[in-house]
Nanobody, 117 residues
Framework: QVQLVESGGGSVQAGGSLRLSCTTS????????MGWFRQAPGAQRELAAV???????KYADSVKGRFTISRDNAKNTVYLQMNSLKREDTGFYYC???????????WGQGTQVTVSS
């Protein structure tokens, strides 16, 4: 049973923007940190951004200043606004929920992001 549902992936040229969305149940959303992992072809999965239930955020160094994570408590949705996209941002992006440090209790099925030059 899929408990986190992502949307918003796609293809964009370098320098462009995309916004990813992830919606879940209120029981999961209210009590967990929410975030996004990404995995490029042939690379390990890495945490791109996470936001706590209280709004604290953490970003990978590679996305700082370009990506913004936010959560809409009324919609049980977390967003990842991605600006100034680079080719190296290409990969599969997974929404996850859990502890702020571990973020591995719940997973979405992922969405593909492709950035071309």
């Amino acid at each position: 049973q899929v408990q986190l549902v992502e949307s918003g992936g796609g293809s964009v040229q370098a320098g462009g923007s995309l916004r990813l969305s992830c919606t879940t149940s209120s029981s999961i959303f209210r009590t967990n940190a929410m975030g996004w992992f990404r995995q490029a072809p042939g690379a390990q999965r890495e945490l791109a951004a996470v936001v706590s239930s209280g709004g604290a955020t953490k970003y990978a160094d590679s996305v700082k200043g370009r990506f913004t994570i936010s959560r809409d408590n009324a919609k049980n949705t977390v967003y990842l606004q991605m600006n100034s996209l680079k080719r190296e941002d290409t990969g599969f992006y997974y929404c996850a929920a859990g502890g702020f440090s571990e973020l591995n209790d719940y997973w979405g099925q992922g969405t593909q992001v492709t950035v071309s030059s």
